[in-house]
């Protein structure tokens, strides 16, 4: 969780200060998680003896998360940006339950509708609203990361798995390079962000959420992942020096409250 909230402060910390475009730094990101993945994967036994998945289905998923986190983060604080995120995680992962046979009880319900309400007044028009478009390509991206996470508990290997997706998600990343060379700016620092953001917070940390996945339900991964928007929000406080507003705080408890109503309020799998 750490890690994950690491990629909000790196990705914010490089886009907020215009070091380096979205979709460069989208690409540098991938590149460099898919070198330190390949790496892991030949020197692991047990991942180099593991049949590669060529999955192309997960590899779209992830880069649809990269590429829409990273314009997100032009336009959003890294703390609302990770709220936005993880709480469309949850209730992506929430309806994944549901799909798959999971009944949800009184409190549940209410969870929900709290967490809804929170949401609602987190993006509503005002002073401290976060940007719309900002806050719909992050919704897209939580979407994005929810799949992937899904698709993740079914898969293999986690090194492989993750050194494959990432990999087939390099054609997606360079050819939207291309697509936007006009607005292309990459800055020293901002290429040390996104490969710092690509290698470590992104190629690793994904392994061990991987590896976590496979003894996990869709519901308790989610549950899990409360912890993230706090440990982003704080550190833009602390390290981008970034405005904590109360608009922000009484949203988080509502929105993660709420969820962890409903994710921790399992009711029995339908026979």
Do not use: K
């Not at 936005?84 to 209410?110: D, H, K, N, S, Y």
């Not at 809804?116 to 028009?125: F, R, S």
């Not at 929810?146 to 990343?173: E, I, K, M, Q, W």
């Amino acid at each position: 969780m750490v890690a994950f909230a690491g990629n909000s402060l790196l990705c914010r910390a490089a886009l907020g200060t215009q070091s380096i475009d979205a979709a460069s730094f989208t690409t540098l990101r991938l590149l460099s998680g898919a070198v330190v993945l390949l790496l892991l994967a030949r020197a692991l036994p047990a991942s180099r003896a593991a049949a590669a998945p060529r999955d192309w289905i997960t590899a779209l998923v992830l880069f649809g998360y990269a590429i829409a986190f990273s314009f997100a983060y032009t336009l959003l604080g890294a703390g609302i940006g990770a709220l936005i995120l993880f709480g469309t995680v949850q209730l992506t992962m929430f309806a994944a339950g549901l799909r798959a046979g999971e009944r949800f009880g009184p409190v549940a319900w209410c969870g929900l509708a709290i967490a809804v309400a929170g949401v609602a007044w987190l993006v509503a028009p005002g002073v401290s609203a976060p940007d719309p478009f900002g806050a719909a390509l992050m919704a897209v991206a939580g979407i994005g990361w929810g799949l992937y996470s899904l698709r993740g508990r079914r898969l293999g290997d986690p090194v492989r798995t993750n050194a494959d997706s990432f990999l087939r998600s390099l054609p997606l990343a360079l050819g939207t390079s291309a697509l936007l060379i006009g607005i292309r700016h990459v800055t020293p620092t901002g290429a040390a962000l996104a490969i710092a953001s690509g290698a470590v917070t992104s190629g690793i940390g994904y392994i061990v959420w991987y590896a976590a996945l496979q003894g996990l339900t869709a519901t308790r991964a989610a549950v899990i992942q409360l912890s993230v928007p706090l440990l982003a929000a704080v550190g833009g406080v602390v390290f981008l020096l970034e405005p904590l507003s109360w608009r922000l705080v009484l949203s988080s408890i509502a929105i993660l409250g709420g969820i962890g109503m409903t994710l921790t309020r399992r009711a029995r799998a339908q026979p």
